[in-house]
């Protein structure tokens, strides 16, 4: 017969252990440990063998073509590839708030509108929340069910009974399955309910979106296999207090990892941004300030054309403030240490702050040369030029580094009307086919010269 035993788990990243503890020692969250009851197979039990198919040789096997299905915004579909893969298991996490039941809502017309079935079980609502909302944002269909249950069997005989093309769990920490004893929520219902849809999406050949939501630290509630079982995992990203929100795909077995998409929080819903230059640029026709940069970054295929702006003041603490937002803050401080050794820009009794105008992310090292000259450009009182974009990886020595995609980043800058852009010395020339003055430099104090307003 099958033994019980209790162990306790962190409910914030699945640590176990046999007794409580206080502190988790892999999280390092304070009480976040629960008791739960565990079934193991006693010894003498036999084990059955399931399934006693054969192997295939690599050669035999035949690829099947995968039938995909739109969502019915191009900016969803770019991050999932194409558009959701027929028998997917698809994980949709974000903050609280962010927009998720909105955008899996608003993506369920759409699906219906292309005569499939979609079953929306919303766990957290009634059926009467849900029509409201679906009221405002001008979702209707007959072909769109409403299913207001939290019990995995429920919700697994209702699908079984209608047959979705979709099935939407929102959300998966608020649904449970009766053969676990924990309570909803916990790592043991969330790993055994996903599990379940996991076989439930790929037996049925049903696509299945499941919401999740996110930590105070940013990672998805529940244990981190979750993220493993799944075929594709999108973060839903953005200040809720502001009005863009950005998708970006952290997992995909069915396509690239490296897109984002871009939407606007509107009253009537989620609106995809199509050029979102037009959104983090919106202000760049205004008198150009110290410290204020425009810079060429790229996510995924898409070039991004985004404001910096510095500010360089006396402190009035012992030790100067280094703060930066959306940015690295170890990459702020390498940038300053190269300013300082490089070209002699002494700011150890000045506080330094960086920001990126709209709110993103920007992680790849190409935006290293527009902070230095938007440090520079404040703590030295220039005004750079706001129609030159700026584009370098900095190295230690004050050398500025080729990046990748330099083409994509002039012709980009080029069609938003920019007429100089900054970019490393390029070895292989190109060709003289751009509108826009292309200024290559190898060294910092070499971008300063460059970028300076100058009056024509």
């Known amino acids: 017969m099958a033994k019980t035993k209790t162990k306790w788990i962190c409910q914030n990243c699945g ?5 409580p503890l206080g502190k988790c020692p892999d999280c390092g969250s304070w009480s976040s440990f629960v008791e739960e009851v565990e079934q193991t197979n006693a010894k003498n039990q036999e084990i059955v063998i399931l399934d006693d198919e ?9 690829l099947n073509e995968e039938i995909r299905f739109t969502t019915g915004y191009e900016e969803f579909d770019r991050i999932l590839g194409g ?12 903050d609280p708030g962010i927009g998720k039941s909105t955008l899996v809502l608003q993506m369920s017309k759409n699906v219906c509108a292309q005569n499939k079935k979609l079953l929306y079980v919303c ?6 929340q849900i029509k409201l909302r ?7 269909g007959n072909n769109l069910f409403v299913y207001p249950k939290t019990d995995f069997e429920s919700i697994r005989h209702q699908a079984e009974k209608l047959s979705p093309d979709v099935l939407v769990i929102d959300s998966i920490q608020a649904i449970f399955t009766q053969t676990i004893t924990s309570g909803a929520g916990s790592v043991s219902q969330i790993r055994e309910c996903t599990n379940l849809l996991l076989e439930f999406a790929k037996s049925r050949n049903i696509t299945v979106v499941i919401v999740g939501h996110v930590t105070k630290e940013g990672n998805i509630a529940g244990p981190k296999v979750l993220e493993h079982m799944v075929d594709t995992v999108i973060y839903f990203e953005g200040d809720r207090y502001k009005s863009y929100r950005l998708l970006r795909a952290i997992k995909n077995r069915f396509g690239s990892t490296n897109e984002v998409g871009v939407f606007l929080m509107t009253d009537t819903g989620l609106v995809e941004v199509t050029n979102p230059n037009e959104l983090f640029l919106q202000d760049r026709n205004k008198e150009a300030t110290p410290g204020s940069v425009t810079i060429a970054t790229t996510e995924g295929t898409r070039v991004l054309m985004v404001e ?9 603490y012992p030790s100067p403030r280094r703060v930066a937002t959306g940015l690295e803050y170890n990459r702020i401080l390498q940038i300053l240490a190269v300013l300082e050794k490089r070209i002699g ?14 709110g993103i992310e920007i992680t790849e090292p190409a935006a290293d040369l527009g902070i230095a000259l938007a440090i520079t450009a404040c703590a030295r009182d220039i005004v750079i030029r706001n129609d030159c974009a700026i584009v370098g990886e900095i190295a230690l020595s004050g050398e500025v580094r080729a990046v990748n995609d330099v083409e994509k980043r002039i012709l980009e800058a080029q069609k938003l009307g920019f007429k100089r852009i900054i970019v490393p010395k390029i070895h292989k020339k190109p060709q003289n086919k751009y509108n826009i003055e292309v200024v290559e430099v190898s060294r910092v104090s070499e971008a300063i010269v460059a970028c300076v307003n100058k009056e024509k």
């Open 15 to 19: 640590y176990e252990t046999p007794r």
């Open 54 to 62: 054969k192997a295939y040789s690599i050669n035999d096997i035949e």
């Open 83 to 94: 558009g959701l893969v027929q028998g997917s298991l698809v994980l949709l996490a974000g």
């Open 123 to 128: 766990a957290e609502e009634s059926s009467s």
């Open 134 to 140: 679906a009221k405002r944002l001008g979702v209707e």
């Open 308 to 316: 910096l702006q510095a500010l360089v003041g006396t402190t009035s």
């Open 345 to 358: 820009l002494n700011l150890s009794k000045q506080d330094v702050y960086v920001n990126v105008i709209g």
